[in-house]
């Protein structure tokens, strides 16, 4: 899970649109070298590729990077059908396709993470390498009620409310630019009925994956796992739930959204786990 972060500073962003996906139109954002090895960024529930705006530059150089909005959110299709796990990995996939991408480096936040867990076990092919930051599907209890909350962000005393429990002590500085982008953001249209039928399908907002955990022996691709040490969505799963082998970080006094809180140990991370 995710929210709609602060905005970067005013000034027009190159955004681009998938025209021939089954659901309707879905839209991305690319920078980079075309001929570069892709590198993909999966938002999470109640986000948008902007989510990730401090971090795609620094990739730039590198890789291909591509930051798309998902279905239900952004300026993608609101069309989510039942909202599942399955559909949301389907409309992923297709998205790749049309963008030309065959296999992909990921990276995945919270709902974004457990679509790129899901596509890695559906499709290894696909997947180069996978960074999650706070992935939902790796069990645990998720706070439900805070995202039906996020989406009655229509006063700024429910808005402040919902920043304050998002972020981490760290990141106070935050809590205002937040809660004014969920005012912004609230949208009682299409985009709501969108995040409902999400909400209303537990198995793909932040149930686990399996009640034995994930079976990370049939991913074959490297993994590596960033968290927020004060996450209050998805706290810190169990042991026994994280890939065998795999770097699992944890920042203290972070919460939900370390890509927005704490880029400059975010980044660095990402970085060194590339090839």
């Not at 000034?11 to 075309?34: A, Q, V, W």
């Not at 537990?202 to 049939?218: F, N, Q």
């Amino acid at each position: 899970m995710s929210v709609a972060a602060a905005r970067p500073a005013s000034r027009k962003l190159d955004l681009r649109y998938l025209t021939n996906l089954s659901r309707g139109p879905g839209c991305y954002l690319e920078m980079g070298k075309p001929e570069a090895p892709p590198l993909v960024f999966l938002h999470g529930f109640g986000g948008d590729l902007l989510t990730w705006h401090y971090c795609l530059v620094a990739f730039a150089n590198r890789y291909r990077v591509v930051a798309l909005d998902l279905p239900g959110h952004g300026r993608s299709t609101m069309d989510v059908g039942a909202g599942t796990l399955a559909e949301m990995v389907a409309w992923t996939g297709e998205a790749l396709t049309a963008l030309g991408i065959d296999a992909t480096h990921l990276v995945g936040h919270s709902m974004g993470g457990k679509i790129g867990i899901a596509l890695a076990l559906t499709h290894p092919e696909r997947v180069r390498s996978l960074q999650l930051i706070s992935p939902a599907g790796l069990g645990g209890d998720f706070d439900l009620a805070l995202l039906h909350r996020f989406m009655d962000c229509a006063t700024p005393e429910t808005a402040l409310d919902v920043a304050e429990r998002l972020l981490g002590s760290a990141s106070p500085a935050l809590i205002g630019s937040l809660a004014k982008s969920l005012v912004a953001a609230k949208d009682q249209g299409p985009q709501q009925a969108a995040f409902a039928a999400l909400l209303g399908n537990a198995a793909t907002i932040g149930s686990s994956l399996g009640t034995e955990g994930v079976p990370w022996g049939r991913i074959a691709c490297p993994i590596q796992i960033i968290w927020g040490e004060e996450d209050s969505i998805l706290p810190l799963p169990a042991p026994f739930r994280l890939p065998p082998g795999a770097p699992f970080t944890i920042l203290p006094g972070v919460g939900h959204l370390p890509q927005i809180e704490s880029p400059g140990r975010v980044v660095p991370l990402l970085d060194r786990f590339l090839p």
